[in-house]
């Protein structure tokens, strides 16, 4: 459901990308803050993403007990983060480094309907109007695909298929979240196209940017 914009130029943007592991998520979040600062400056945008958060976490801290389960569990096996430690992850980034002017880019969250309903809250409380949760929508056999192309270390045939099942079983839910009960409703972009520059300039012109 595509959400009416009238002029995003001198307004805050909110923006969380969904999608697969393999749909190009990550790409598209990076490029919406290239855009962004590219027109409003450096430092204009808060960008944050739990997966980069949990590899800092385990790389500086492999003796705490939860650095080392995320590790074996998320990072290796490529199982669903519990929701306690993806809110964590962003929830401590809005609090320590948002500054009120900028614009928020969440990469990646959320994962289930409790995380959605946490950002929801949390963006509430932050006073923030012009939110939309963004699906780049590729199927199963696509991002299957893309993943084993790609020949990441944790792009392994088991780790997909973890990926894979936990997508339904969590991500489809928040999406439908989304889709019926958040007043935040859902911008859905097609992520099959090849061509990355194509589907951001899809993104812009739904966020009529």
């Known amino acids: 459901m595509k959400k009416r914009i009238k002029n995003m130029s001198d307004l805050r943007l909110n923006l969380v990308f969904i999608g ?5 998520k990550g790409t598209q979040a990076t490029l919406m803050k290239e855009f962004l600062e590219k027109r409003d400056g450096n430092g204009s945008v808060f960008y944050v993403y739990a997966g980069e958060i949990f590899r800092t976490l385990i790389k500086n801290q492999p ?12 990072m290796k ?5 519990p929701d306690f430690s993806a809110i ?16 928020i880019i969440v990469d990646g ?9 946490a950002l929801d809250e949390c963006l509430e409380f932050l006073d923030r109007e012009n939110v ?4 780049v929508d590729v199927s199963a056999e696509e991002v299957k695909q893309r993943m084993l192309l790609r020949g ?16 339904e079983k969590y991500v489809v839910p928040a999406i439908e979240y989304y889709s019926h009960e958040s007043k935040n ?16 300039h899809s993104l812009l012109k739904a966020l009529n940017l």
């Open 20 to 24: 697969r592991s393999g749909s190009g």
């Open 152 to 167: 990441r270390q944790d792009d392994n045939e088991e780790q997909i298929k973890n990926r894979i099942f936990y997508y």
């Open 132 to 135: 939309f949760p963004i699906l």
């Open 185 to 200: 409703k859902l911008i859905v972009i097609d992520g099959n196209p090849h061509d990355v520059n194509l589907i951001h």
């Open 63 to 74: 003796r705490l007990e939860v650095s080392a389960l995320l590790d074996a569990k998320v």
């Open 77 to 81: 096996k490529g199982d669903k983060a």
């Open 88 to 103: 964590w992850a962003w929830g401590n980034e809005f609090i320590y480094r948002l500054n009120k002017d900028q614009h």
């Open 109 to 117: 969250s959320p994962r289930t309907i409790l995380e959605a309903k």
